[in-house]
């Protein structure tokens, strides 16, 4: 005889039947937790535009006060803010390769652009005031971009889990558009009346059309990939991914121009390419671990 007592919830024995409901209520849940709503793409949108905007902006104006090289070189420093603002927010992580790729990416640079260098520096007779303040801006360009980079995909990133929210691109970019459309463009007029900017549309049968609207849509295409690149990548591959430039613009000028590449232009290349190889190699693995 079986002597082994049933026990019987308390809510069974009243004649109620408790729903705990089911694995599957549970990822319908998480699948609405997941999208980004419109509310939230928007105030992303907002912040990502006032930070872009203003590395555009100190990036533009340190061109005034300083080298195209120096610019060049301490514009190449986003990386390193663009990895460490990204462990602290525990979007990145450090280790030995990413460092060696990021010394190897600076250096290439560095010997590219030394490289590239002529004499014919319109800001050379400035004063060292001057070219530090050229600096500075530079410098504080390539940390805003680094903070906006990493901006983006700390606001996708779930907490303690390796699940990322989705962000429509479409919608995100409207919205930075929209934004720019409101807030700053008027500012030109501000300019116009303080004698700093001129404010009026160029000539349309102009060159200067042509170029402004062929660098539109090459602008609006270059920052749809590379948005979306941070979503699927990481922030670091991304930032110094965009040092890829120096190699395929040497590339360019070779085959397009012909001009002519000294070895030291093509070393330095060879260096920046290898150093974007070892970190995405190791973003790779970081993948794979998670």
């Not at 609207?213 to 602008?219: C, D, F, Q």
Request: a negative charge.
């Amino acid at each position: 005889m079986d002597t082994r007592t049933k026990i019987i919830p308390k809510d069974e024995e009243n004649g109620l039947m408790r729903d705990y409901g089911s694995n599957e209520d549970l990822s319908v849940e998480e699948e609405l937790d997941i999208n980004i709503n419109i509310y939230d793409t928007f105030r992303l949108s907002l912040q990502f535009i006032i930070l872009w905007f203003l590395a555009n902006l100190v990036t533009n104006a340190s061109l005034s006060y300083t080298s195209v090289a120096s610019q060049t070189i301490l514009s190449s420093t986003s990386s390193f803010f663009t990895l460490i603002i990204g462990y602290l927010v525990s979007v990145e992580r450090i280790n030995q390769n990413k460092i060696v790729g990021i010394l190897l990416s600076f250096c290439g640079v560095l010997i590219v652009t030394k490289a590239d260098t002529s004499d014919d520096n319109p800001n050379k007779n400035n004063s060292t005031i001057i070219i530090l303040l050229g600096n500075l801006l530079a410098l504080l360009g390539a940390l805003i971009y680094g903070i906006y980079t990493i901006l983006l995909k700390f606001k996708i990133s779930i907490k303690n889990s390796n699940v990322e929210r989705n962000l429509n691109t479409h919608l995100f970019f409207g919205f930075v558009g929209l934004i720019c459309l409101i807030l700053f463009w008027p500012v030109l007029i501000f300019l116009h009346y303080l004698d700093i900017e001129k404010f009026e549309l160029p000539p349309f049968k102009s060159t200067i059309t042509l170029i402004l609207l062929i660098n539109a849509a090459i602008t609006f295409i270059s920052d749809f990939c590379w948005c979306n690149a941070v979503l699927l990548t990481s922030p670091l591959t991304v930032t110094v991914g965009l040092s890829m430039t120096i190699p395929l613009a040497m590339i360019g000028d070779w085959f397009i121009k012909g001009f002519d590449i000294n070895l030291f232009y093509i070393f330095g290349a060879i260096i920046v390419t290898t150093g974007f190889l070892i970190i995405n190699k190791d973003e790779e693995e970081d993948f794979v671990e998670d």
